[in-house]
């Protein structure tokens, strides 16, 4: 790997892979603000959150929270529109590593925490008997395809029985799509991974969580000019990945179409309404 490589993908020196904490860093340009406007606006859309949002509420009906936390809230967008909708019941509370993200979330009815992911406790959140609910939207994939694990059983151990984690997480229905996925973010040197839904249903079981719910969530269409502003992608560096791609997979794929030197990609995803147990 180049010097230049790694310091995309955030390796240090000594060719240690890079961490979720590093995968932030590297995206910070469009932190904060611009984070409403990436990727046609998906992220601060009301109808595109519905799916998520309604699974949220069923859950909160369900497990009656005194807490919900948004773990990689970033900039505040979904728990603002759940305070929208009404909720009034449950303390808020905003979990991101980026502090650029967590400026940008004015709304004083949510409370801000500045902590990694792996490392958020419970007693963080919350105290005494109160009781705890988590949600996450496409925050998983962050954490590589050697760091889901240890932090599915981390989130776990946060929860007591009976408590949920309601998340929208990248994955796809066939494995050609996530091998395919993985190709385009290795080649943008991400340690970002992507499994089938199966697969993440799967782990999400070996953690400790029964899955009670999985819904597809609206997907998330990515241009190459979007990647190539998040990961710092010449047209060039665009142009081969498309290639190769195309090359690999075949033209006419679903989740993937070259146009010219441009590419478009989707991002499958699928809401999983989890119980701790
Ligand atoms: C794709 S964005 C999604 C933001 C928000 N959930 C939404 O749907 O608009 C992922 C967010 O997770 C945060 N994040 C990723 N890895 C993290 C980690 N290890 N610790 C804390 N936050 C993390 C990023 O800073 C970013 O705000």
Not at 239 to 259: D, H, L, S
Request: glycine residues 10%; charged residues 25%.
């Amino acid at each position: 790997m180049s010097e230049q490589s790694k310091r995309k993908n955030g390796a240090s020196a000594t060719g240690k892979s890079a961490t979720a904490e590093q995968s932030v860093m590297r995206e910070l340009g469009v932190h904060g603000q611009r984070w409403a406007e990436v990727f046609d606006g998906y992220f601060s859309d009301a109808n595109a959150a519905g799916p998520l949002l309604d699974a949220v509420e069923k859950a909160i009906e369900v497990g009656k929270p005194d807490v919900l936390a948004d773990l990689g809230g970033g900039t505040g967008f979904l728990l603002a529109e759940l305070l929208r909708r009404g909720l009034l019941t449950v303390r808020l509370v905003d979990v991101d590593l980026s502090e650029k993200q967590l400026s940008a979330c004015a709304n004083g009815g949510i409370v801000k925490l500045q902590s990694p992911l792996n490392q958020v406790t419970r007693r963080q959140l919350l105290a005494g008997e109160e009781r705890l609910l988590l949600m996450s939207r496409s925050m998983l994939h962050y954490f590589g395809r050697d760091g889901i694990d240890p932090l599915l059983k981390h989130l776990r151990m946060q929860l007591h029985p009976g408590e949920f984690f309601v998340h929208q997480s990248a994955c796809f229905a066939r494995q050609g799509d996530a091998d395919l996925m993985n190709l385009l973010y290795e080649r943008m040197e991400t340690v970002k991974w992507f499994f089938t839904r199966d697969e993440l249903a799967a782990r999400l079981q070996r953690a400790g969580f029964a899955v009670r719910a999985a819904s597809p969530a609206p997907p998330l269409q990515m241009s190459s000019a979007d990647l190539g502003e998040r990961y710092g992608l010449g047209p060039e560096e665009k142009a081969a990945i498309g290639r190769e791609i195309v090359e690999k997979f075949g033209c006419g794929q679903k989740i993937f179409t070259q146009e010219g030197d441009e590419f478009r990609a989707t991002l499958c995803y699928c809401i999983f309404t989890c119980e701790a147990v």
